[in-house]
């Protein structure tokens, strides 16, 4: 079983920043693609940054400038790094990671999720 814990949410003023980490842990898995997803009230879970095994990465549109998407692969964790954060960034954020855990079928798994509050 392969289980992603998240930490470094919190509340931020406006222009602010967080760092949020998530790393996995398990038996003998294989990480293809990890990234991060959010989710306010009312709202869908939405893609905020992705990146693959060799490092390349995806942002939404909205976040582009603003925040870094990095891994330690050595560690099974990944990061985003979020600067100049708006109110409109609040919401639940969540890891997620594309992997293969021994002999299972690849599939998504989730973190428990982390809430971003950006306030004044």
């Known amino acids: 079983q392969v289980q992603l814990v998240e930490s470094g949410g919190g509340l931020v003023q406006p222009g602010g920043s967080l760092r949020l980490s998530c790393a996995a842990s398990?038996?003998?898995?294989?990480?293809?693609?990890m990234g991060w997803y959010r989710q306010a009230p009312g709202d869908k879970r939405e893609l905020v940054a992705t990146?693959?095994?060799?490092?390349?990465?995806n942002y939404a549109d909205s976040v582009k400038g603003r925040f870094t998407i990095s891994r330690d692969s050595a560690k099974h964790t990944v990061y985003l790094q979020m600067n100049s954060l708006k109110p409109e960034d609040t919401a639940v954020y969540f890891c997620?990671?594309?992997?293969?855990?021994?002999?299972?079928?690849?599939?998504?798994?989730w973190g428990q999720g982390t809430q971003v509050t950006v306030s004044s």
């Open positions: 997620n990671a594309d992997l293969r855990a021994g002999w299972n079928p690849r599939r998504d798994y």
């Open positions: 398990g038996r003998a898995f294989t990480i293809y693609v």
């Open positions: 990146i693959t095994s060799g490092g390349s990465t």
